[in-house]
């Protein structure tokens, strides 16, 4: 599966914010304001880079949502023992927004 970002501005802070990296925007600027411009010119979807699929494991402390339905699960993951569904997207990391990315088969 391939995970991506249409939005160039998501893409933007999820880089700054978590320091997801991307598989055609690789290079390290000194300045966000470098990257954004980069990323704005880019034409296409920002395929999120293999060593940042990490990030999208649920971590204890984040806020998470189960599209399941289990509506009582919703809310801080802090219970080590329970394995989220493969649904479960991240909301909120460290008291940041975390914008999930879209999925496609490889």
């Known amino acids: 599966m391939r995970y991506?970002?249409?939005d160039p501005l998501e893409a933007a802070y999820m880089a700054k914010h978590h320091g997801m990296q991307f598989i055609d925007l690789e290079n390290v600027f000194e300045h966000i304001g470098d990257f954004?411009?980069?990323?704005?010119?880019?034409?296409?979807?920002f395929l999120v880079h293999p060593d940042s699929l990490h990030l999208?494991?649920?971590?204890?402390?984040?806020?998470i949502d189960s599209r399941e339905?289990?509506?009582?699960?919703?809310g801080p993951w802090i219970n080590l023992a329970w394995t989220p569904p493969a649904t479960t997207i991240v909301l909120r990391r460290n008291g940041k927004?975390?914008?999930?990315?879209?999925?496609e088969a490889a």
């Open 97 to 103: 927004l975390f914008f999930w990315p879209e999925c």
């Open 56 to 63: 999208l494991e649920p971590c204890p402390g984040d806020l």
């Open 36 to 45: 954004i411009h980069t990323i704005v010119e880019h034409d296409g979807p």
């Open 4 to 6: 991506f970002y249409r």
């Open 69 to 74: 339905g289990f509506d009582d699960d919703v």
